[in-house]
């Protein structure tokens, strides 16, 4: 079993913000297998199907990005998952906008969200999938900057990167991380 949450901020005001692109490339997945993520259970929105005879998980935490590790944790104990079987998508301001890197593991870097999980899981041993942002501009605080919306000519190069990510899921799932990283990372 894997469990493949996204990242993101719960509600309107913040569905289409650079923080909640996690949300929306996990949105992306879920539309592809036909899964529904819409059940309120361990602090998230998940949904269940399979993969390639895997079963999978999708969350959504609900927690606010900087609590979500309290998520994740319930989540892998509940379902007794590998540290190295949790998928987490998320954005990164140290990447160009449309950019992917996957990962096996590393560390939090700027990311609270990262930070709460990797404390919470007391490891830093998953597979991730980074989505760049960007940087903000001179002048912004950093906290405006992720939770605005993107500008419109960030729009294709961000799809066209939620659909590496989803398919970088898939591979990690299929062929491993190893092989995820070598097609979709770029």
Known sequence: ?????????????????????????????????GIEVKKA????????????????????????????????LDLRNWYKVKDSRIIIIYDDIDLDVGVVRIRPSGSAGTHNGM????????????????LGIGRPPEGWDLKDYVLSTF?????????????????????????GVNYAMSRCNG
């Open 41 to 72: 259970k361990h602090k998230a929105l998940i949904g269940e199907g399979f993969y390639q005879g895997e079963k999978i998980l999708l969350a959504k935490p609900q927690t606010y990005m900087n609590l979500s590790g309290e998520s994740i």
């Open 1 to 33: 079993m894997y469990i493949i949450a996204g990242l993101g901020n719960p509600g309107l005001r913040y569905a289409n913000s650079r923080h909640n692109i996690g949300f929306i490339a996990l949105d992306m997945l879920a539309d592809k297998l």
């Open 115 to 130: 930070k709460s999980i990797i404390y919470q899981l007391n490891s830093q041993d998953f597979p991730r999938v980074r």
């Open 151 to 175: 500008k419109d000519e960030e729009i294709p190069p961000l799809k066209e990167a939620c659909q590496r990510a989803v398919e970088g899921v898939e591979l990690i799932i299929s062929k």
